[in-house]
């Protein structure tokens, strides 16, 4: 444990950054060097001649896994009538790079992240795949810190909406967030969602919905859920614009 524990003497400017990311992530350290570990890139340890093991990719490996068996159990609790086929899925949705980077933005860990020269230079600090990166080494340092209970109550703090979710549809289908991110990139506008048709009885309906982007019907789609329809209108305008 002593090895892995990082006792790294801390300027008191390095205490101040450490301690932002703990409040963000609602997490005190026994041992901030750990954190400072999880937030250091290879790049800044190479640049600075550390020691192998002063850099985050092995904290990273054990995140990994502890974000997994973490999320695996949430899921379980949650769902005691899924399939391990679907369960597998819904920790799909959760557990992926974009989810995390979206953690990581909303702890703000791209600005406390030490990084080298060259992966400042390319907007290291912006990139999905270090954010990501990053908040598994944070929850591998957790457990280092105070074990696998501590971890896991950090992640179902974090995890607790996503998981409430994670059947519904929207996220292992979640073409909805990849359409509006897709259009904002083209266009610098977002779709606009028009109810199309209503068919059936009421305790029957079918929804038709399109999707208008820059005065463009772009995608079409029916469901028994207003959701569902979106869902798969969101699908087909995806496929037009990545043609």
Do not use: C, W
Not at 11 to 29: C, G, N, T
Request: hydrophobic share 35%; aromatic share 6%; glycine share 6%.
């Amino acid at each position: 444990m002593d090895r892995e524990g990082s006792q790294l003497k801390l300027a008191p400017e390095e205490k101040k950054r450490l301690r932002q990311v703990e409040r963000s992530v609602d997490y005190s350290f026994k041992k901030p060097g750990l954190l400072k570990k999880a937030l250091t890139h290879k790049s800044y340890a190479n640049e600075n001649k550390l020691p192998p093991d002063e850099q985050n990719e092995r904290l990273e490996f054990l995140g990994d896994a502890v974000l997994e068996l973490a999320v695996s159990e949430l899921l379980m609790e949650k769902y005691p009538d899924y399939s391990e086929g679907d369960l597998s899925k819904l920790r799909a949705a959760v557990v992926n790079e974009k989810q995390l980077a979206r953690f990581a933005r909303a702890f703000g860990l791209g600005d406390k992240l030490y990084l080298g020269k060259g992966e400042e230079q390319t907007s290291g600090r912006e990139k999905p795949s270090l954010l990501a990166d990053a908040v598994e080494a944070v929850l591998g340092a957790i457990y280092l810190d105070r074990g696998f209970d501590k971890a896991k109550q950090v992640v179902r703090k974090h995890y607790s909406k996503l998981l409430d979710h994670a059947a519904d549809g929207e996220l292992y289908k979640d073409y909805k967030t990849e359409l509006q991110e897709k259009s904002q990139s083209l266009y610098r506008s977002i779709p606009r969602y028009r109810m199309a048709a209503e068919t059936g009885p009421d305790h029957e309906k079918t929804f038709e919905v399109e999707i208008v982007i820059r005065g463009e019907v772009l995608g079409r789609g029916t469901g028994r859920s207003k959701k569902d329809a979106e869902q798969q209108a969101a699908r087909e305008a995806l496929a037009k614009l990545n043609a």
